[in-house]
């Protein structure tokens, strides 16, 4: 790849891999004059909240020239990017200094003046097509499904997102666009698969041989994978869509579980689940579902683990006892929004789900804390 690289930059380190208030502002505040009217900031404030769509805006289009797949050759300037690229000299640079002010491209100065360009290492696999938690199957998810959805949200609150008939509806985006989103959300399994191992372990779950894990709707497989690799002796079977499965059995190769990942194809509504699972997994299933058929879908769980089998759901699960204005709480409901605009689905509170496992003879035994979800653990009664 012809890329003008400028090695004398060295990859940043500036780019915040934190929570997202160390975001960098875009609105100045201490630039108001004493006695700004409070309608003023406030309009300031929303209007930052407006240009949210800049964001994936410039991403986006980064994404799709190819930009962070040259960047990850090396630096560049605009004018060794454009060349890449084959796209025009100016709007390169718009691109890139949009991308460097939402930190995702660090901008320095080089010898000769020009403005060089860094996409940080820790970014390179976050653009990769095929990197195990790169963020491109989002992307494109969105470009294909988010951007048209949200126009329609306002539509959705009017009549419900309901069927002709009246019916509530369930989020469901197709096949196709699933095979793109499932590859770009594995980044969130990491920090719930080491929660619920641990968790597990300390209530005295332990995988011994023979013991069989169900992830139902499992997408990529990504948690039963890593499970895997937590409890050696451990059996999983996932179970998803005909064009899902096979992502979900290379990806056992990749990590090495191959052996004992066993992709089933099936619909998860009507085919049997069969019996005896000593884990049923439910990650990212719930918040696309009505409260009636998640209630159906506790009671098919249910009957699926074994007499001390465990039921864990991952999802976004708004707990009103753990506070208003709690990160996860805001995030979950933005999430609820986001169900809307694509046709159904909700993000349920803990007192849904309690009744729901009431409902199918279960109890909650655990509700833990991960970055941007709930995992709720449950029992046979
Ligand atoms: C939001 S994704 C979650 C995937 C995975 N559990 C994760 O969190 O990464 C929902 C998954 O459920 C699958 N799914 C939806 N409806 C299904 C059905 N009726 N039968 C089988 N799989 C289904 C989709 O194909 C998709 O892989």
């Known amino acids: 790849m012809s890329v003008t690289t400028v090695t004398t930059v060295a990859a940043s380190a500036r780019i915040s891999v934190e929570p997202s208030a160390n975001l960098t502002p875009l609105v100045d505040t201490s630039r108001f004059p004493d006695g700004s009217p409070g309608e003023v900031r406030a309009a300031h404030r929303l209007y930052e909240h407006l240009i949210g769509m800049w964001a994936p805006g410039v991403i986006e289009a980064a994404q799709d020239l190819g930009a962070f797949a040259a960047l990850t050759e090396g630096p560049a300037t605009a004018a060794g990017l454009a060349e890449t690229l084959g796209t025009d000299l100016r709007a390169t640079r718009v691109l890139l200094d949009g991308l460097s002010a939402y930190d995702i491209v660090e901008r320095t100065r080089g010898t000769d003046g020009q403005a060089v360009y860094t996409l940080p290492t820790v970014l390179h696999g976050v653009f990769a097509p095929d990197g195990i938690f790169s963020l491109a199957g989002k992307i494109g998810h969105d470009r294909n499904v988010a951007w048209h959805a949200w126009r329609h949200l306002a539509g959705n609150v009017r009549d419900g997102a309901r069927s002709t008939e009246g019916e509530q509806r369930l989020n469901q985006i197709s096949e196709e666009d699933y095979t793109s989103l499932v590859r770009g959300i594995n980044f969130w399994a990491p920090p719930i698969v080491r929660s619920l191992a641990e968790e597990l372990r300390g209530q005295g779950w332990t995988s011994g041989a023979g013991r069989k894990l169900l992830d139902v709707g499992c997408g990529t497989g990504i948690y039963s994978h890593l499970l895997l690799g937590e ?50 997994l439910f990650v990212n299933i719930f918040h696309l ?93």
């Open 289 to 381: 579902q009505t409260p009636e058929s998640a209630r159906d879908l506790m009671l098919k769980a249910s009957k699926s683990v074994s007499d001390d089998g465990v039921i864990a759901i991952a999802d976004h699960i708004v707990d009103e006892d753990g506070g208003e204005g709690t990160t996860q709480n805001r995030f979950f409901r933005l999430f609820a929004a986001s169900m809307l605009a694509t046709g159904g689905g909700d993000a349920f509170s803990v007192q849904d789900y309690d009744q729901w496992l009431s409902d199918a003879g279960l109890r909650r035994v655990a509700l833990l804390d991960t970055p941007m979800h709930r995992v709720l653990l449950a029992r046979h009664a």
């Open 231 to 280: 409890f050696p002796e451990l059996e999983a079977a996932g179970l998803d869509a005909e064009r899902i499965i096979p992502i979900a059995d290379r990806q056992a190769a990749d990590l090495g579980v191959a052996g004992r990942f066993h992709g089933r194809t099936g619909d998860f509504w009507n085919d049997d689940w069969g019996t005896g699972s000593d884990l049923a």
